[in-house]
């Protein structure tokens, strides 16, 4: 059974910091999924990785991933308040995908 | 148009009513989702079609009933539901199963509340 687990679950940091959220995922899977998702609103996909060694980055947020590891990160750089949000990584296996159980990021001013 | 709508964004029902929730996309996808999102939790996967056909039922009980009457329209049919399926109800798209790239775009939700 494919497990995706994503820490820290919970994260308030301070603007203008730097930090990484890590996600782990425990089959064999070459495609990796980050969503963002708003306090009641739906998901919006920011990166789809495809690779081993791909980097993806987008404004602040960059997301890599290591196949061998079965390791994505998602990398914050100094974080600005309009990123607080729930950040899901995904992993897909059998015509599906697995969310882990999001990181709800809280960034103070 | 790389947009998924739902409707409608806001149901209340009560446990003996029927209603239906719709799905509907643009883009030529082929495989289109049903998802069930409780506060603070990641999305479920309820449903999965392929080509107007159920691939994945994650053993959803049967008073969800999906419907794909074409490449572009997905509906869910809601009859008896129980106060605990009140949630967010997410449906999303994305190109056939089996194209290597299965990114799935999200529409806004409808949710549900059972009374």
């Known amino acids: 059974e494919l497990k995706v687990e994503q820490n820290p679950l919970f994260l308030s940091m301070q603007e203008g910091k730097n930090y990484t959220i890590y996600c782990n995922y425990s089959t064999t899977s070459d495609r990796l999924y980050w969503y963002r998702q708003d306090p009641g609103k739906s998901l919006e996909s920011l990166f789809v990785?495809?690779?081993?060694?791909a980097v993806k980055q987008e404004g602040r947020l960059m997301a890599s991933l290591d196949t061998k590891a079965r390791l994505s990160t998602l990398h914050i750089t100094a974080a600005v308040h309009d990123l607080s949000a729930t950040y899901f990584c995904?992993?897909?296996?059998?015509?599906?995908?697995?969310f882990g159980k999001g990181t709800r990021l809280h960034i103070l001013p | 148009d790389t947009e998924v709508t739902q409707t409608p964004k806001h149901l209340v029902m009560g446990m003996t009513n029927k209603k239906s929730l719709k799905c509907e996309q643009h883009m030529g996808h082929r495989a289109m989702y049903w998802y069930k999102q409780k506060a603070k939790k990641p999305p479920e996967l309820m449903f999965v079609?392929?080509?107007?056909?159920?691939?994945i039922n994650e053993s959803v009980p049967s008073r969800f009933s999906p419907e794909c009457p074409n490449s572009s329209l997905l509906n869910l049919h809601l009859h008896a539901l129980q106060p605990e399926d009140s949630a967010l109800y997410l449906c999303?798209?994305?190109?056939?199963?089996?194209?290597?790239?299965?990114?799935?775009?999200f529409g806004p939700g409808t949710r549900l509340t059972v009374t």
């Open positions: 995904a992993v897909d296996r059998d015509d599906k995908i697995i």
């Open positions: 999303a798209s994305s190109q056939a199963i089996g194209t290597g790239s299965y990114e799935q775009y």
């Open positions: 990785l495809l690779s081993n060694g």
């Open positions: 079609y392929s080509y107007e056909k159920l691939s």
